[in-house]
């Protein structure tokens, strides 16, 4: 370009040729000059948004690996066990005084009753601290080894997850899943490149999501910028709230 290379729209403007064939995108400027073919141009274009951020762990991990039917089933399953084995060691302890007194023997202790504390004995197994129950009936044992097997389980798959969970990369939702968000989400600014077809398309739409796409450009006075340089520095900025329109070129 200069006095010497004046260009392909030169001819145009003074009437040496009526038709140019070239690459040219539409500005204001050259539209004021001369009629663009439409279509002129066909070309994907696309949103450029923030990376979202990456979640720290907090303390939401230690309940998240299991939902909420699972821990209502394990509340159930320890309220279960601790009242079937006070259940049976009341049977039993009633039963030891029962004979104790048809052969007219004070024994303190029943050797067949559960003597240990099973609250502590749940909150052992839960922790993976493991317990004792020295009753030898069959009953009991059957109760408490299916209370092991469960714990076994659940506490293998739990600390499996958990760990899983916390050594996972999380991160938050994006700001924009689809075009509407874009639109008409009042915490996304839009920016385009000054002059290009964005701006054009949306400053000039009378309805529909480009009118949504113009408004937000009206409304922020940064919307426009003069470089894709500048508009994608928008979109790393802090906070991430800038969404850069561009189309392929």
Known sequence: MGPKRPGLISYLLRGESQVMLAFMGPSPERLRKVEVVHPWLYTPPAFLIPMPEILPNNVDAVIKPF????????????ASFIFTMSYLNRTLTSRHRSVSNNVEENVDQPPDVVTESVYMYVVGTLLNQGGSISCQITSVRLVVGAWCLMT?????????ILISYVMAIHRAPPIASTELDIAFNPNIRLVVDK?????????????GIFKGYGDKLRSYPNSRCNSSHQCVD??????PQHVYFSVGQ
């Open 195 to 207: 002059g290009q077809s964005g701006d054009l398309w949306f400053s000039t739409a009378q309805k």
């Open 67 to 78: 939902q909420l039917w699972v821990w209502m089933g394990l509340v159930g399953a320890v």
């Open 152 to 160: 076994l389980v659940l506490v293998n798959v739990y600390n499996g």
């Open 234 to 239: 928008l979109v790393k900025s802090l906070p």
